[in-house]
Nanobody
Framework: VQLQASGGGHVQPGGSLRLSCDAS????????VAWFRQAPGSEREFVAT????????YYADSVRGRFIISRDNAKDTWFLQMNRLKYEDTAVYYC?????????????????WGQGTLVTVSS
């Protein structure tokens, strides 16, 4: 599985951005995709995931109600719509994928990673 994340940039607090993650090399229906982020000086953390089985979505407490993960079934693309952005959302955002049935919440279970896209929230 190859992943390509894009859509990062600079935005003011309260603004919005939409990140995209394009996947290739694997049948769309059989991979779990998640977003993680890593802020300067901090460890990488889970943001959101949408397992390929069903339509459930999971979010970190820090982004729930502001971020929305979705997918385009026709294009093998996942999105992270980020609304009401805060200074603390500044980070490099990564999309990651796994092809087994392990927990979607554990970062170590994701074998495939995109290169990351930088989101900077500042005034």
């Amino acid at each position: 599985v190859q992943l390509q994340a894009s859509g990062g940039g600079h935005v003011q607090p309260g603004g919005s951005l939409r990140l995209s993650c394009d996947a290739s090399g694997r049948t769309f229906r059989s991979i779990d995709v998640a977003w993680f982020r890593q802020a300067p000086g901090s460890e990488r953390e889970f943001v959101a995931t949408m397992p390929w089985r069903g339509d459930r979505r999971y979010y970190a407490d820090s982004v729930r109600g502001r971020f929305i993960i979705s997918r385009d079934n026709a294009k093998d693309t996942w999105f992270l719509q980020m609304n009401r952005l805060k200074y603390e959302d500044t980070a490099v955002y990564y999309c990651a994928a796994k092809t087994d049935s392990s927990s979607v919440h554990e970062m170590s279970n994701y074998a495939y990673w995109g290169q990351g896209t930088l989101v900077t929230v500042s005034s």
